[in-house]
């Protein structure tokens, strides 16, 4: 489903310290990366939380990035491999299509906002409104999720192994929640759901692509109660 | 937008360096806060009944020496004056109110009337620890007029602002003092501030702008008099204060930070056995020493944080 790791090709490694070089530059040459040219290994060094590094790759490269970044690292990504050696800032991996994004430590809010495909694992815990309007984008948070997380989660997957804030999946489409820990209070219109055969299967293969040592029959399973956005006919006369 | 950055010191040995360490963290926050700065610094404890106030004049033409003079008259021969920039470090020994209601008297004796007629002097700061030194303009250039970089201290709060609510003027700057050496910093906007500036009023506060950050700061300081811990007048802020906030308020001791339930401001903060940080972005954090090794995290939503017993660092002056 995910390649989760480098296939032995990526031998060169690219070396770009952003104490030196300007974040646009390494930015560009990302963006200039062919897949052809997509072998070596792009290692970055000293980001101190600069906003906005490894933005929008749509090629195949691995990424390291060594230290804690800012605002939507790795956002809009395309089948890259990017790893987040450190914490992430606000909206890492907002809107990302595909690939991987591995933050290793923690992530700010609004991680993997309206992420349409990929894998975004988070090793630490995630803050406020995680998977916020997911589109497609799987996303394993290894820890905790703040409050009003999957908020209007569209399609996608929110796996969370520890706990989850206020108004968890608030006015959820069809996203789905897998939930190990407890929820502060479920948003408006999430419920829980039934783990059946498929969904143990599912999250089995999920987890293990993210690399986590969890039994997914200690999850449970939440969704739309589908109240919110059916309209009711006993309604009707509000609209009138 | 606006940036925030706070530090305080828990090792002695960095205390010469407070002013060194800050300026880049409020450097680093200038693109959330281009228009104007302030920081306040806490040092050099002043032995009661002296206190130590920061006056500030639009005027730069304004005599400090003939203010001090008059001054000298009606209160306190001793008083002496350090002007820095267009503001005055003033240290005396009387009470708040009294140093108060004597400034508004000598300014209406001194003996060349000022140019400005209205406000000509304002009160930056008044306590017995707390300076407060802000201004409009760049965060580097607020930095550098008032020699940030040079100053030792105990903890500092500071401020980069990007006006929303009310005017670009110094007045309307950050940090925002009530006195009792507590300050306010704030990322964020208030919705239910004219209604709760009418309530303060009726309780006996008096404002001298339109800033909603300054009714949070009388709030605080209101519970403060009323005999509520610090904490406790975080929480019940937590109910009171209606809209987006991330706080940092600075006491004599210590430093408090709390952020709204809905946490949409942001704010990281990192602590090691030497210092505890706090700032808008982490980029404001980067280059804080031994910041590989420190303990980092975004405080939760609705939560106070609070440390204290502050280094008592020694009069430099």
Same mark, same amino acid.
């Given at each position: 489903?995910?390649?989760?790791?480098?296939?032995?090709?990526?031998?060169?490694?690219?070396?770009?310290?952003?104490?030196?070089?300007?974040?646009?530059?390494?930015?560009?040459? !990302? #963006?200039?990366?062919? +897949?052809?040219?997509?072998?070596?290994?792009?290692?970055?060094?000293?980001?101190?939380?600069? #906003?906005?590094?490894?933005?929008?790759?749509?090629?195949?490269?691995?990424?390291?990035?060594?230290?804690?970044?800012?605002?939507?690292?790795?956002?809009?990504?395309?089948?890259?491999?990017?790893?987040?050696?450190?914490?992430?800032?606000?909206?890492?991996?907002?809107?990302?299509?595909?690939?991987?994004?591995?933050?290793?430590?923690?992530?700010?809010?609004?991680?993997?906002?309206?992420?349409?495909?990929?894998?975004?694992?988070?090793?630490?815990?995630?803050?406020?409104?995680?998977?916020?309007?997911?589109?497609?984008?799987?996303?394993?948070?290894?820890?905790?999720?703040?409050?009003?997380?999957?908020?209007?989660?569209?399609?996608?997957?929110?796996?969370?192994?520890?706990? $989850?804030?206020?108004?968890?999946?608030?006015?959820?489409?069809?996203?789905?929640?897998?939930?190990?820990?407890?929820?502060?209070?479920?948003?408006?219109?999430?419920?829980?759901?039934?783990?059946?055969?498929?969904?143990?299967?599912?999250?089995?293969?999920?987890?293990?692509?993210?690399?986590?040592?969890?039994?997914?029959?200690?999850?449970?399973?939440?969704?739309?109660?589908?109240?919110?956005?059916?309209?009711?006919?006993?309604?009707?006369?509000?609209?009138? | 937008?606006?940036?925030?950055?706070?530090?305080?010191?828990?090792?002695?040995?960095?205390?010469?360096?407070?002013?060194?360490?800050?300026?880049?963290?409020?450097?680093?926050? /200038?693109?959330?806060?281009?228009?104007?700065?302030?920081?306040?610094?806490? &040092?050099?404890?002043?032995?009661?009944?002296?206190?130590?106030? %920061?006056?500030?004049?639009?005027?730069?033409?304004?005599?400090?020496?003939?203010?001090?003079?008059?001054?000298?008259?009606?209160?306190?021969?001793?008083?002496?004056?350090?002007?820095?920039?267009?503001?005055?470090?003033?240290?005396?020994?009387?009470?708040?109110?009294?140093?108060?209601?004597?400034?508004?008297?000598?300014?209406?004796?001194?003996?060349?009337?000022?140019?400005?007629?209205?406000?000509?002097?304002?009160?930056?700061?008044?306590?017995?620890?707390?300076?407060?030194?802000?201004?409009?303009?760049?965060?580097?250039?607020?930095?550098?007029?008032?020699?940030?970089?040079?100053?030792?201290?105990?903890?500092?709060?500071?401020?980069?602002?990007?006006?929303?609510?009310?005017?670009?003027?110094?007045?309307? /700057?950050?940090?925002?003092?009530?006195?009792?050496?507590?300050?306010?910093?704030?990322?964020?906007? !208030?919705?239910?501030?004219?209604?709760? &500036?009418?309530?303060?009023?009726?309780?006996?506060? %008096?404002?001298?702008?339109?800033?909603?950050?300054?009714?949070?700061?009388?709030?605080?300081?209101?519970?403060?008099?009323?005999?509520?811990?610090?904490?406790?007048?975080?929480?019940?802020?937590?109910?009171?204060?209606?809209?987006?906030?991330?706080?940092?308020?600075?006491?004599?001791?210590?430093?408090?930070?709390?952020?709204?339930?809905?946490?949409?401001?942001?704010?990281?903060?990192?602590?090691?056995?030497?210092?505890? $940080?706090?700032?808008?972005?982490?980029?404001?954090?980067?280059?804080?020493?031994?910041?590989?090794?420190?303990?980092?995290?975004?405080?939760? +939503?609705? %939560?106070?944080?609070?440390?204290?017993?502050?280094?008592?660092?020694?009069?430099?002056?």
């Amino acid at each position: 489903m995910f390649r989760l790791h480098s296939d032995g090709n990526k031998t060169m490694e690219r070396l770009f310290d952003l104490a030196e070089t300007p974040l646009r530059e390494l930015n560009q040459a !990302l #963006h200039d990366c062919l +897949p052809d040219d997509a072998t070596s290994v792009w290692r970055i060094v000293n980001p101190k939380g600069e #906003h906005a590094v490894a933005c929008g790759i749509d090629t195949p490269a691995e990424v390291q990035i060594q230290g804690h970044v800012g605002y939507y690292c790795a956002g809009m990504n395309k089948q890259a491999h990017v790893i987040i050696h450190g914490n992430a800032g606000t909206g890492v991996a907002e809107n990302m299509m595909s690939g991987l994004v591995r933050v290793k430590g923690n992530a700010s809010q609004s991680a993997g906002a309206t992420g349409h495909g990929g894998l975004l694992v988070i090793e630490g815990n995630a803050a406020a409104r995680c998977g916020i309007s997911l589109k497609g984008l799987h996303i394993v948070v290894h820890g905790s999720v703040g409050h009003m997380s999957g908020f209007m989660a569209q399609k996608g997957v929110l796996v969370v192994c520890g706990d $989850a804030g206020h108004a968890l999946g608030d006015s959820i489409y069809e996203a789905k929640i897998f939930l190990k820990g407890k929820a502060d209070e479920l948003g408006a219109d999430c419920v829980e759901k039934n783990m059946a055969e498929e969904h143990l299967t599912f999250l089995a293969a999920l987890l293990e692509t993210a690399e986590v040592n969890e039994d997914p029959a200690t999850f449970r399973r939440y969704g739309s109660a589908r109240s919110l956005y059916n309209f009711d006919i006993d309604d009707a006369d509000a609209f009138s | 937008m606006c940036g925030i950055t706070g530090l305080f010191l828990k090792n002695r040995e960095l205390t010469k360096d407070l002013g060194a360490l800050f300026e880049p963290m409020l450097l680093q926050m /200038s693109q959330r806060g281009p228009d104007s700065a302030g920081f306040a610094i806490y &040092r050099d404890p002043t032995s009661a009944p002296r206190i130590k106030v %920061v006056l500030q004049s639009s005027d730069p033409a304004f005599d400090w020496q003939e203010l001090a003079a008059v001054l000298q008259a009606s209160l306190d021969p001793d008083l002496t004056i350090t002007p820095i920039h267009n503001h005055c470090l003033v240290l005396l020994a009387a009470d708040e109110a009294t140093f108060k209601q004597a400034l508004a008297q000598s300014l209406k004796a001194l003996p060349s009337p000022p140019a400005l007629t209205r406000d000509p002097v304002n009160i930056v700061s008044i306590g017995r620890h707390i300076e407060i030194y802000k201004e409009v303009g760049t965060p580097q250039d607020v930095a550098t007029c008032f020699g940030l970089s040079e100053m030792a201290g105990s903890h500092a709060i500071g401020h980069t602002r990007m006006a929303t609510e009310s005017a670009v003027t110094t007045a309307g /700057s950050h940090p925002f003092s009530t006195g009792r050496d507590v300050c306010l910093v704030h990322n964020g906007s !208030l919705s239910n501030h004219n209604w709760l &500036r009418r309530n303060l009023i009726s309780q006996g506060a %008096v404002f001298t702008t339109d800033n909603d950050t300054e009714v949070a700061a009388q709030y605080f300081d209101i519970k403060l008099q009323q005999g509520a811990s610090l904490e406790e007048a975080m929480t019940s802020a937590l109910g009171d204060l209606d809209g987006f906030y991330t706080f940092c308020i600075g006491t004599s001791n210590g430093f408090a930070v709390l952020r709204d339930p809905i946490a949409c401001k942001p704010a990281v903060m990192a602590e090691t056995d030497d210092w505890v $940080a706090i700032g808008s972005e982490f980029r404001a954090l980067a280059e804080l020493p031994d910041i590989g090794h420190a303990e980092i995290w975004e405080p939760e +939503p609705a %939560v106070p944080y609070l440390w204290e017993n502050a280094l008592d660092v020694p009069l430099a002056l």
